[in-house]
């Protein structure tokens, strides 16, 4: 449930960004960080499973979202996004997956009482 919950995250996330300039200057890298945490956190919460499993697929949504919105950013000219957007999408992916496992070792420890 927190997998499809995330997809339709990332993708109503990347029609949005998707609106923006996101292939030059700073914003990709901002919004890049925002959404992989965007993503992630839904997937934390609505999923409840900090599992490795989740944050390759927080991960994976992560750079899909971003992906497209650079895509659609660019009006499927990709050739004319600079590498500031790549690297938002390169963010938004570790972003996501540093999160979720966060999340998992804040869990464990909080189960354990510490």
Do not use: C, D, K
């Not at 919950?5 to 901002?30: D, I, K, R, S």
């Not at 590498?83 to 996501?96: D, K, N, R, S, Y």
């Amino acid at each position: 449930m927190g997998v499809v919950v995330a997809a339709l995250v990332a993708a109503y996330g990347a029609l949005v960004l998707g609106e923006y300039e996101m292939a030059h200057g700073v914003t990709p890298l901002f919004s890049g960080a925002l959404f992989g945490l965007a993503v992630a956190e839904v997937l934390v919460v609505v999923g409840r499973s900090p599992a490795p499993a989740t944050a390759a697929a927080g991960g994976f949504l992560a750079f899909g979202g971003m992906t497209l919105a650079v895509v659609l950013s660019t009006s499927r000219e990709v050739r004319f996004a600079g590498p500031e957007a790549w690297i938002g999408v390169a963010i938004a992916t570790a972003v996501a997956w540093v999160w979720i496992r966060s999340a998992a070792r804040l869990g464990r420890r909080s189960r354990r009482g510490t």
